[in-house]
């Protein structure tokens, strides 16, 4: 499993804090100012990674595209197969429900904000203060303000854990194209790999991502996805 973009993000989300502290130690009266340029760094930052992405992917993809072509599905076959998958509306259902959580929990995040951030630096100040000096424990108390937001930030706004229904994918002897803008390069080492004959779907996860790929030959398409596919983890439903 490959660790490299959450080890970055983990970077980055300290290099934020350590710098936010900094600030706030010398200008402690600018606490909402920080919260909001917190946020604006945060989802700045995701944006950023995700376009890197994507400009990889389609690196890829041309790359991919020009080894032997093993099997097509296209937008046509998928929409057919799912009409038939009488689960997926409550399955999705399900699914919406739980994704909603961490909205609902906004309201409380900014709360406590607003309870620590007048009342933990002045703590810390009297009471460590008088031993290691009033600049140092005000740092301390805005880097133990910001370390609970970003656990916080980063319990709640997990990847998407929702399958991406996979509308087009080309699947070559080097790899596979993902509705022609994400390219796999083999051998794809995922971490789960589902298959499922009834509802006629094949899933995979892969960097905190689930893909699903309907098709009317389950048994076909699984034949072809372990040439290119290595599972960490297999298991039917």
Do not use: C, W
């Not at 920080?34 to 995701?46: D, S």
């Not at 424990?137 to 229904?165: E, N, W």
């Amino acid at each position: 499993m490959r660790h490299g973009p959450y080890m970055r993000r983990l970077l980055i989300s300290l290099a934020s804090i350590l710098a936010f502290s900094a600030i706030l130690t010398f200008y402690p009266g600018e606490y909402f100012t920080a919260i909001l340029l917190y946020f604006v760094l945060f989802f700045g930052i995701t944006i950023a990674m995700g376009l890197r992405t994507y400009r990889r992917g389609m690196a890829t993809v041309q790359e991919i595209s020009k080894g032997k072509p093993l099997l097509e599905i296209d937008e046509k076959e998928v929409g057919k197969v799912m009409e038939k998958d009488k689960e997926l509306v409550a399955e999705y259902r399900r699914l919406t429900r739980s994704s909603l959580i961490p909205l609902l929990l906004l309201p409380a995040f900014m709360v406590l904000a607003t309870v620590l951030f007048p009342t933990l630096p002045p703590l810390l100040e009297s009471t460590a203060g008088p031993v290691i000096g009033a600049y140092p424990a005000r740092f301390l108390a805005y880097v133990t303000i910001f370390s609970i937001f970003s656990a916080i930030s980063m319990l709640l706004f997990k990847p998407p854990t929702m399958p991406r229904i996979v509308r087009n994918v080309k699947i070559y002897e080097g790899g596979m194209v993902v509705d022609k803008v994400v390219g796999l390069k083999a051998p794809i080492e995922v971490e789960e790999y589902t298959v499922n004959p009834e509802r006629r779907f094949i899933q995979f996860k892969l960097n905190n991502q689930i893909f699903r790929i309907y098709y009317k030959d389950v048994k076909e398409l699984d034949s072809i996805l372990l040439k290119i596919i290595k599972p960490l983890k297999q298991r039917s439903q």
